[in-house]
């Protein structure tokens, strides 16, 4: 799995907030996930065509929802979605947050429930064919509503693993494959 989330190199470049270069690597979208594409690029050609190039990304950085557009948004992350699908991804790890908003990245208590589920559904409305994950507190169905929703799979940490009635409905009522995928 390729990290391009939660204030780590990738998601910084990703960033309008945080990504001032005047070089290839910034400006527009393109020049920003230039970075992140050259690296699922070169995973995709050094390893065999059934190897999983899995990148985890940062969908909002959660700054920009008060009506601002200096960050990482939705809709950025939609595009550069679309980018490394084209790139050689084969999954894409959804979660949220950055280092000024970490309640997202590691929710707290009181955060929702299925809290990146708005962003996978977008992802996916917007075109992207690989599966998406959805990550982001998924300790219960929220109302009898499957986390996964439309997406891709789940990505659980290990503490919820045992969560049956998640792992027993994930993908129930959709066709094709089913991804899970556990942080130990």
Not at 3 to 30: P, V, W
Not at 59 to 78: F, H, M, Q
């Amino acid at each position: 799995m390729i990290h391009g989330a939660n204030g780590y190199l990738a998601c910084e470049l990703l960033s309008k907030r945080f990504n001032k270069r005047t070089d290839a690597y910034g400006g527009d979208l393109k020049g920003r996930a230039k970075y992140l594409i050259d690296i699922v690029r070169v995973a995709r050609e050094k390893t065999s065509p059934d190897f999983p190039v899995i990148l985890r990304l940062m969908g909002a950085d959660r700054v920009s929802t008060k009506g601002g557009n200096e960050g990482w948004s939705i809709a950025d992350c939609v595009e550069a979605c679309k980018m490394m699908e084209a790139n050689g991804a084969t999954a894409i790890d959804i979660t949220s947050g950055s280092q000024e908003t970490p309640q997202w990245s590691r929710p707290y208590w009181f955060m929702p429930q299925g809290l990146n589920a708005d962003i996978t559904e977008a992802i996916k409305k917007g075109g992207v064919k690989i599966p998406v994950w959805v990550t982001g507190k998924l300790t219960t169905h929220g109302g009898g509503r499957n986390p996964a929703g439309r997406q891709g799979g789940l990505c659980l940490r290990r503490t919820w693993a045992d969560r049956r009635s998640i792992l027993a409905d994930q993908g129930q009522g959709r066709q094709g494959r089913r991804y899970l995928s556990l942080h130990l």
